[in-house]
């Protein structure tokens, strides 16, 4: 079930603990929230958090099934530029501070990760 709801990621993991845990908490969270069938709306990626939708993140797998359920991923693409990984975007689409604006003040509930 697709839940009216926008999900940002600003890390490249989950908290602030070391890098090897932040990874394990991402994805734990991704998958276990995939398998309880609540989908969200949109999925915003910006700062740190755009590398989880590029080449050579632990997540990805994990992001393809999110959006080919129906969720929106979005990534800021001027994190993407100022991180040379424009042409590493492996899920969502480029998108830029007006879309992450429109998608805030549209959603009735937002989480940060």
């Known amino acids: 079930m697709k ?3 926008v999900i940002l990621f600003t890390h490249y993991g989950m ?3 070391p890098q090897d845990l932040q990874q394990t908490l991402i994805r734990k969270f991704l998958t276990l929230w995939f398998e309880s069938g609540q989908i969200p709306a949109k999925m915003i ?3 740190d958090g755009v590398k989880l939708a ?3 993140s632990p997540v990805l797998d994990q992001l393809k099934a999110f959006e080919a359920q129906g969720t929106e991923i979005v990534l800021c ?3 993407l530029d ?6 590493q975007v492996s899920v969502g689409i480029v ?12 959603a009735p ?3 940060t990760i």
Do not use: N, P, S, W
Not at 82 to 87: E, P, V
Not at 95 to 106: F, P, Y
């Open 95 to 106: 998108g830029g501070m007006g879309d992450i604006i429109e998608a805030l003040q549209k």
């Open 82 to 87: 100022r991180y040379g990984l424009i042409d």
């Open 77 to 79: 693409q001027t994190c």
């Open 15 to 17: 908290g602030d603990g």
């Open 45 to 47: 990626f910006y700062t």
């Open 3 to 5: 839940q009216d709801l």
């Open 54 to 56: 590029c080449q050579g």
């Open 109 to 111: 509930k937002v989480i």
